[in-house]
């Protein structure tokens, strides 16, 4: 069946490619959420939340994952205040303990004081933002950002997928043309290659000097071993699983695509071994960059 030249709606496949982003207020703060995902083999989180969210990193990375599923995926959340000053703390103990050899410094070098306290603030650690933690009521509202972001990034992933899909299919589609090929001219390259070895056994032995029930009890086995009928039903049968597995309902497909496009790659590579036969190892060779095609594809793929 010629999927691409079908009516039917093509079924949805997801890229692990994409990006999302969503900024909206919670309370007196404004949170930007971008998400972008690139290809990878498993799931690979990179996070960047303010310290107002570290309580809920764990919960933050559970909600990517489950939607997310896999991918090199990198999030980061920050924080505008609306408006309103960015609280902070001193910490009066530290600035202390630094005041006192800054002091004895001073004096020693005979240097003016003054500026002392503008000094001493820009020290480590003396002033830190306040580490609040947010409250479960903003959290659940921020959890609804974090959501809308996720959502526009796997809009993307399926428009990525769609794209995907339509050149999955036309590389199976490739595939098998050249197979109906191969399976027209595999009855031609029996008779070419029994009319070339008697040939060869005229020239080289005499017609009359041997036994011909032998020599066609050799024929047989010979094109026996080296006919390439199985080949051609498991190459149909793989191309036929991999469409299958596409209409599959599961969102992660990429590593079951991955797996039969190896074993339709194996097929196609025993029957340009077996071929003998220049026109048919020209069909081999027309599938094989398909395949590296479709398989460069699928690593694309949820």
Known sequence: MNYLASNKKLPMLKSMTGYGRTEQAVGDKVFLVEIKSLNGKQFELTLKIPSVLKAYEFDIRNMLSEKLVRGSIDCTVTIK???????????????????????????????????????????????????????????????????????????????????????????????????????????????????????????????????????????????????????????????????????????????KLSFVLQEIGREINTTGSKAYDSTIQKCVVLMKDELEKAKEQVLNVL
């Open 81 to 255: 205040q609306n408006g309103a000053a960015r609280p902070v703390t001193i910490n009066t103990e530290l600035a202390k303990s630094y005041y006192q050899p800054i002091a004895d410094l001073a004096k020693s070098l005979d240097l003016d004081m003054s500026h002392a306290i503008s000094a001493l603030l820009k020290l480590p650690e003396v002033i830190s933002p306040t580490t609040d933690i947010l409250e479960e009521n903003d959290w659940n509202k921020f959890k609804v950002v974090l959501q809308n972001a996720i959502a526009d990034i796997d809009g993307h992933r399926q428009d990525e997928g769609s794209v995907l899909e339509k050149d999955l299919l036309l590389r199976m589609e490739n595939i098998l043309l050249q197979q109906n090929k191969v399976a027209e001219l595999e009855p031609l390259r029996q008779k070419k290659i029994r009319e070339g070895l008697l040939k060869l056994l005229e020239e080289k032995v005499g017609k009359d000097n041997f036994d011909n029930n032998r020599m066609e009890q050799e024929l047989i086995y010979y094109i026996e071993k080296i006919d390439i009928s199985e080949e051609q039903v498991r190459l149909l049968n793989h191309c036929d699983y991999f469409r299958t597995i596409l209409n599959e309902k599961d969102e992660a497909k990429g590593k």
